[in-house]
Nanobody, 115 residues
Framework: QVQLVESGGGLVEPGGSLRLSCVASGSIFSINFMGWYRQVAGKQSDLVAGITNSGRVNYADSVKGRFTISRDNGKNTVYLQMNSLKPEDTAVYYC?????????WGQGTQVTVSS
């Protein structure tokens, strides 16, 4: 079992920044991949950024150059630094951890970008 807890969401004006955190606990050794997804009500949840155990990162085209995913292994935490935020970034952001067998999801944190 893996447990994930996200934090850091909130309301920010366009052009502002937020940093999301996802703390993993449980069978951390089994995690192969961690990523951030976002979902608008009624729409598909899409990958925003991901990082593998080897350190490879991937970003959605819409966030490249603005968002940065990173991890702190000592704290069992993955971060998403979100800069130059746009209204279209508004969504619920979910942390996901993937093992060889299962996916685990956090509870989600709301990000709202509005003036």
């Amino acid at each position: 079992q893996v447990q994930l807890v996200e934090s850091g969401g909130g309301l920010v004006e366009p052009g502002g920044s937020l940093r999301l955190s996802c703390v993993a606990s449980g069978s951390i050794f089994s995690i192969n991949f961690m990523g951030w997804y976002r979902q608008v009500a009624g729409k598909q949840s899409d990958l925003v950024a991901g990082i593998t155990n080897s350190g490879r990162v991937n970003y959605a085209d819409s966030v490249k150059g603005r968002f940065t995913i990173s991890r702190d292994n000592g704290k069992n935490t993955v971060y998403l630094q979100m800069n130059s935020l746009k209204p279209e970034d508004t969504a619920v952001y979910y942390c996901r951890a993937t093992t060889t067998r299962q996916h685990y999801w956090g509870q989600g944190t709301q990000v709202t970008v509005s003036s």
